[in-house]
């Protein structure tokens, strides 16, 4: 018998009990379809998380830290790192670029700051510095391109930090000025208050106010020197680069006498995120296919089921001259196509459960080839393992019993 004979004989066998096929394949659609979601979620948030906080500036990359060994160190206002001590570590083979590390997240810079006539509302002082347009505003106008441009000393701030410095109609301060760290700046704006319940903390739940970059820069000293961030070649061996360049600092460093440089493995704490985040996914997921074992029983017992039900049938089959091997193939193809209509509704379900979920969080849960492949996969394995048992032991009955 050829194959496509034996596939159209399977699903045939399947129809001719539509309901016990049904409710046999519900444990299978509710396993596929809650493995597929959380994978697929869990995915969406990786990707979410690292898009988010801007994981990938820190990959290939190490950061420098010193710690004086006198206290009054950090009051001279001395930088840490020195150009000299830059220069010496873009020499090492293997380091593609050295920076001041910044306090930036996604492309985006921010700054401590106070004001100065502020009461303390408990929160911290961070400033988004912009060269381009800033966010919505309650009140006033937002922060533009042009006060970038014309540098501008203009600020926008938020509703809570507007009431601190007035309590009273706060939608007043506009076109008032207020001081920031000793200097003035012309209110032009009051936006919500950033909402910090997200579903990850960064520092753009804490910002405050927003100014133009370059009017802060000149006022203030937004660089940090207190750390290096080294970023090493892609085919650079980060391990001995970046040991390497701690016995510089420790050799050459402008203040080697005065404390201790060590090295921050950003790149391996970017990596133990990821790790930390794709092993939630698993984690949750082989909860989810627990689900896919039980109804693996049930098609299971289904196929038991079919068969006591078709022992005759078996029988003539065999008196026929079919072989042990047609009759597996034949119980084995009607367990895998029950599991792949199962599986193909499943996948339906948990992509429409995907798209209602990016349509309220700011998840992007998207069908791609893995999780395709990954529905399919478990459908078909599923229906190799929980049919494999039925489908010998229909092959094993002897010919004269089946007939009897």
Same mark, same amino acid.
């Given at each position: ?20 096929s ?40 190490v ?16 930088? *840490? ?66 006060d ?11 509703q809570?930090?507007?009431k601190?410095?007035?309590?009273? #109609? ?16 012309e ?10 319940g997200?579903?990850?903390?960064? #520092?753009?739940?804490?910002v ?35 040991k ?11 203040w ?12 391996? #704490?970017?990596? #133990? ?25 049930? *098609?299971?017992?289904?196929?038991y ?53 990016s ?12 999780? *395709? ?32």
């Amino acid at each position: 018998m050829r194959f496509s004979e034996v596939w159209k004989t399977s699903f045939k066998a399947i129809g001719k009990n539509k309901r016990r096929s049904f409710l046999t394949m519900i444990g299978l659609i509710i396993g596929v379809s809650s493995v597929i979601t959380v994978f697929s979620i869990g995915r969406a948030f990786e990707n979410y998380a690292s898009e988010f906080i801007g994981l990938d500036q820190f990959d290939n990359s190490v950061g420098y830290t010193f710690t004086p060994t006198d206290k009054t160190f950090t009051e001279s206002g001395l930088d *840490v790192f020195t150009e000299e001590d830059l220069n010496r570590l873009e020499s090492i083979s293997g380091v593609e670029s050295v920076e001041y590390f910044n306090n930036s997240q996604n492309g985006a810079r921010y700054a401590d700051e106070v004001f100065d006539d502020a009461t303390n509302d408990g929160r911290g002082n961070s400033f988004k510095l912009l060269k381009d347009e800033g966010s919505p505003v309650v009140y006033g106008r937002p922060i533009r391109s042009s006060d970038y441009y014309n540098e501008n000393p203009v600020v926008v701030l938020d509703q809570t930090a507007a009431k601190s410095l007035k309590k009273e #109609q706060p939608e007043a301060l506009i076109g008032q000025s207020v001081k920031v760290g000793g200097h003035l700046f012309e209110v032009v704006g009051i936006m919500k208050d950033r909402e910090t319940g997200g579903i990850i903390g960064t #520092q753009e739940n804490y910002v405050m106010a927003e100014v133009p970059i370059n009017v802060f820069e000149n006022y203030f000293d937004s660089e940090d020197h207190s750390m290096v961030q080294v970023k090493m070649k892609s085919n650079a061996n980060i391990k001995s680069v970046s040991k390497e360049a701690e016995n510089t600092l420790k050799k050459y460093g402008s203040w080697k006498d005065f404390g201790s440089y060590r090295a921050e493995d950003l790149a391996g #704490q970017v990596d #133990q995120l990821r790790m930390l985040l794709t092993s939630m996914t698993l984690l949750i997921s082989v909860i989810g296919g627990i689900s896919l074992f039980i109804s693996g029983i049930g *098609v299971m017992n289904m196929i038991y089921i079919s068969v006591s039900e078709r022992t005759k049938e078996i029988g003539v089959r065999r008196a026929m001259g079919g072989t042990k091997g047609n009759i597996m193939t034949q119980f084995l193809l009607e367990g895998i196509s029950l599991t792949l209509v199962g599986g193909t509704i499943g996948y339906l379900i948990a992509m429409l459960l995907g798209f209602v979920i990016s349509m309220f969080t700011p998840l992007a849960v998207r069908p791609d080839l893995f999780t *395709v492949t990954l529905a399919f996969g478990l459908s078909v394995v599923i229906g190799i393992v929980f049919s494999w048992l039925p489908a010998k032991s229909a092959a094993k009955k002897d010919i004269v019993s089946l007939l009897r």
